[in-house]
């Protein structure tokens, strides 16, 4: 049985580049193009972990991360997020992990990064221990 792995970004190019890296590893990649439906989402499915990306169209990253937080649905407090984002600005790091992320990774998208911080989280269903 795979984990379950949200990524919440509206890029189709980087949506493909990371669906196919984690399927690659055993994990099921549930896709949200924005941050509203990403939100519904994670409150409606039962999620192991979150890639947020911080730029969208309709609510930035930052505000999914706080309702993501608030959830009604008790688990998503504790549900790791990682913050994945282009923005490289001073501060921007400490934002992310200010409005709940867990982890911080900038873009572009490095595959053997991207495994080991999703693996720090939630082990590889491929992995033989």
């Not at 989402?41 to 730029?55: F, K, T, Y």
């Not at 709940?100 to 595959?111: A, E, F, L, Q, R």
Request: aromatic share 6%; with cysteine; charged share 25%.
């Amino acid at each position: 049985m795979g984990s379950t792995i949200l990524y919440i970004e509206d890029n189709p190019d980087n949506m493909m580049l990371v669906k196919r890296a984690l399927e690659a590893r055993g994990y099921k990649l549930l896709q949200a193009l924005n941050g509203v439906t990403g939100v519904a989402a994670a409150e409606r499915e039962n999620v192991d972990l979150i890639l947020l990306d911080i730029n969208l169209p309709d609510i930035d990253g930052y505000e999914v991360a706080r309702r993501i937080r608030n959830s009604h649905k008790h688990t998503l407090a504790y549900t790791p997020i990682i913050a994945v984002t282009a923005n490289a600005l001073k501060g921007d790091a400490e934002k992310a992990l200010s409005a709940g992320c867990d982890v911080y990774m900038s873009k572009p998208i490095n595959i053997r990064e991207l495994w080991a911080r999703v693996e720090a989280f939630v082990p590889s269903p491929n992995k033989q221990g």
